[in-house]
């Protein structure tokens, strides 16, 4: 390295402890131990992952190109964050030049407060919400709120979950966990103006919403929103959505914000190519999403008058400064780990405590927020919430190799925390694993075990911490002999000989 | 070909019976199986826990006994032990180890194959004179399906043994929650994965539910056994190795 040294190396700054949503309250186990009793959220869960799953395969096969596509987007993103300085530096200076007002934002505790005083400034106590991951991810609702501004969300499933005071449980569906008579009792109970004849038919409770939103889109100047992409090049702004109410809050009010992770970036124009086709496949298992827009800058007289671009790190330069972290900041939010990951159908997203639920949050959360903040951060307990069976890995549209993540994320946690019960059996079963005749000598000890299998030879009950495996699982008590035993005795040789007659049999 | 044999220290002490098919397997369709008596453990349990320095000595160990020239082939009746073998030994080799240490992985690793791999990829064989008159479902485990990719070779290898009754198993390629130390960090997210494994195990009528790994084996039969479901588990070596003198010793059925 030729650069001089100037002084100790600052680590960029991970999100703030206590501001959004990027931490629970309690351990994964302890969330999805409440979580796996919700009988009616299992059938709901797993009756929606189904179908979703479903319509991804079927749409993903489709595409001869599929592979190339993950390819394609893979690199793309790779491309993005290894150059991520450059880029975001030309796209501040392509938003300032169309007429954009760009605001950089370290943390969560900035972002907000930036958003709030722009909001102020428009004497607004309103504002329109497009569903966004960042604002929900910076805690951004409870914040205005504590200023006196009420948030309005306009994505209805967003709605649901703002209307009965719930947490989202998913990236793009976050009230898949309700079905559609609590959705009902939900805005009966909270929708101001709603018809008290009001049935659990879809088609009837998505027209009470329509009817509540627009009544809001026609009267509300200020507007919020997130993004899916931002192009360096043009300064080009994209979010995707189904309903059409995120466009309407882009194009209707005097003033528009938007909050975007720096991590959002695309080099050009073309390359939204690639991701056009991948998100919505990957994600609703549509070949297109219905709504795509698009805006850069301001424009008199179309769309609105003041556009303001909020770039937020929270965490996410950390997460760069990871050389193999870092590859969870490809992902484009399309939740497709979500739908395959088994821990997720039976948990739920609310026991990851964090606004990135299932496999990518497991991965994500952890790098954004830390997981040493506290004795038993909760976020420590996120990279062990997968059985690691890869099914993420396979559908993940820009081919993050999420198990490795997790193995890594695992390996940096035990690296913090040393000295616990957990390290010492590691650390003894390493060694009596690390020869063949300390590994025979630990064999004959558990052979011991042969005493606790009953007349059945199977074992079912032992002491913690393997009761949690007796709790609903027999084991078998070891047999008499083990293999290496076996195979030098008499019987082994016999065996294999006898085999060797069969081969030569078959060869004569 | 020398082929050694890979008991994995799951397979060695507490599932004796899929090593011992495996051996006998391979010498019967002509392959010069060894044991080489210094291997131990592949180390995947401290890997996947995060205990990654406390993998480097196993990963010694191994490269110690099966790097060697004069081994073809190693073969390992466990998809996830091979699986951590060829993807995870370099990255703790990556991280710890020296030039030497990450050849000899490199080549240990090039080497060695799960049975269905080495069976059908290696050996070219589909049929291996196998007889198991028994209604069996198949279960293709995580590892060898999305780590290894072994495709349906397991299935094309037990299409071919006589007087079995094959059925599909519903929903095969989901998690059956076993996941190593996953088991017991998340035993309740990991019961609920088995309950659902199991009902589509009971729901296929089967004797036996099969698979190419003892863990996975361990953990659904011992959900299996501990409801009382009468539907038992069997290693895809053990229906390989079963001929007309039918292979599971008598120490077994005794066991
Ligand atoms: S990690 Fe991949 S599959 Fe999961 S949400 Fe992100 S892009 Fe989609």
Redesign the interface.
Known sequence: MSSAFLGFPTPPPRAPYATGHLRGDQS??EA??TA?DDTQQRRNLGKATATIRGKRDQVADELPDWEELRSAGSALKADVLARLPELLERFEREVTERGGVVHWARDADEANEIVTRLVADKDSDEVLKVKSMATQEIGLNEHLGSAGISPVETDLAELIVQLGADRPSHILVPAIHRNRAEIRDIFLREMPGVDPNLDDDPVRLAEEARKYLRSKFMSTRVAISGANFGVADTGTLSVVESEGNGRMCLTMPETLITVMGIEKLVPSFTDLEVFLQLLPRSSTGERMNPYTSMWTGVTEGDGPEEFHLVLLDNGRSATLADGVGREALQCIRCSACLNVC??YE??GGKAYGSTYPGPIGAVLTPQLAGMHESRDDPNASL?????????C??VCPVKIDIP?LL?E??????EQSRYTA??AM??A???A????KR?TKA?RA?RLGRVLGGAD??I?ALPP??N??T??????????????E??DSE??RE??RA??R??ER??S | MRVALFATCLGDTLFPEAVKATAVLLTRLGQEVVFPPGQTCCGQMHVNTGYQADALPLVRNYTADFADESIDAVVAPSGSCVGSIRHQHEIVAERYGDRSLRERVERAGAKTYELSEFLVDVLGVTDVGARFPHRVTYHPTCHSLRMLRVGDKPLRLLEQVREIDLVELPRAEECCGFGGTFALKNSETSTAMLSDKMRAVTTTGAEFCSAGDSSCLMHIGGGLSRLRTGTGTVHLAEILASTEQRFRSEEEVSA
Request: proline content about 9%; overall charge positive.
């Open positions: 994964f186990p999805a131990h796996l088994p821990v039976r948990t990279p062990y919430a997968s059985s690691l069976c890869g099914a890995y396979d490795s193995v994320l695992r390996h940096q946690h035990v957990e390290a590691m650390r079963s390493s060694l694993m690390s020869s063949a590994f064999q558990s030879g199977r079912s911490p393997l949690a495996w709790s609903a699982r027999d084991l078998p008590a070891p047999p008499k002999r083990t293999f290496r076996w195979w019987d082994g065996a294999v085999a060797r069969e081969a078959g060869e």
